[in-house]
C-alpha cells in the first residue's frame, strides 16, 4: 500500500502555517488561528494581483498546518 504524498507547495504552506501558528499562539490561540488565515487568504490575493493563479487549496493547506499546532492547544486549554 502507497502512502499519499503531498505535493511540495503544498507542504510549504502547511509548515509556513504551523510556523505562524506557534509563533503567534504565545499571545492568544484565536488571535494566532486568525492571523494564519489571513496570512493564507492574503498569500493568494498577492499571487492573484501578480497575475498569478490564486490556488484555494495552498490557503487551505497554511491553515490546516496552523491547525495542527494550535489544535492541541485549544483541547489542552478546553476551548
Known sequence: MNLP???QDKANHAIY??????IVSIVGLPLALLVVAGFAIG????DWRQ???????????TVCGGLLV??????????
Not at 498569500?43 to 498577492?46: A, C, L, N
Not at 494550535?70 to 476551548?79: H, K, S, V, W
Open 70 to 79: 494550535l489544535a492541541p492547544q485549544f483541547i489542552n486549554r478546553g476551548f
Open 5 to 7: 504524498v503531498l505535493p
Open 17 to 22: 502555517g504551523a510556523v505562524i501558528a506557534a
Open 43 to 46: 498569500k493568494e490575493v498577492y
Open 51 to 61: 497575475n498569478k493563479q490564486p490556488e484555494m487549496l495552498d490557503a487551505l493547506a
